[in-house]
């Protein structure tokens, strides 16, 4: 059996700039969209309100069409955990010293989400994304730069 060793996805976390993409993440993403399955990921969530979390996504997915940047999924907002609260369900809850988030609440995070989507609904989609058309379009790329006469 042979082992897939290709990357089917890469988190991309954008920092909470609440701005947009910055030059330097619509270069790395132009790079990369055509070479692997980008899914974005607004990093520390927690540091935006509702409606600033929801028009920095519309910013940034604006930004993706503007650019013709491909993503695999639409933003996603986490909050890091700081530990996990209740052993026996494995909560996950960043502690703060006026209270608590649990991560898993998707009115405020998309982990639940995020973890699904790489777990469980889209895995094969990843990799058969990766396997029919990046792979073969960077191998057909790839194999017409080859210049022949330096090869012979």
Request: with cysteine; proline share 4%; charged share 30%.
């Amino acid at each position: 059996s042979i082992q897939d060793t290709r990357p089917h996805v890469c988190l991309y976390f954008l920092p909470p700039t609440g701005h947009g993409l910055r030059d330097l993440d619509v270069k790395v993403l132009q790079s990369l969209h055509k070479k692997v399955n980008i899914i974005p990921v607004l990093a520390k969530a927690d540091s935006f309100t509702a409606p600033e979390l929801r028009e920095y996504k519309r910013k940034v997915t604006e930004d993706f069409e503007n650019f013709d940047i491909e993503v695999f999924s639409e933003v996603l907002s986490v909050i890091g955990a700081t530990k996990s609260q209740d052993q026996e369900y494995g909560q996950l809850k960043r502690m703060y010293s006026w209270g608590e988030i649990d991560i898993e609440n998707p009115d405020y995070c998309d982990f639940s989400k995020l973890r699904s989507l790489l777990l469980h609904e889209r895995t094969l989609d990843l990799i058969e994304r990766t396997h029919r058309e990046l792979y073969h379009n960077f191998r057909a790329t790839t194999l017409t730069n080859i210049n022949y006469a330096q090869v012979l």
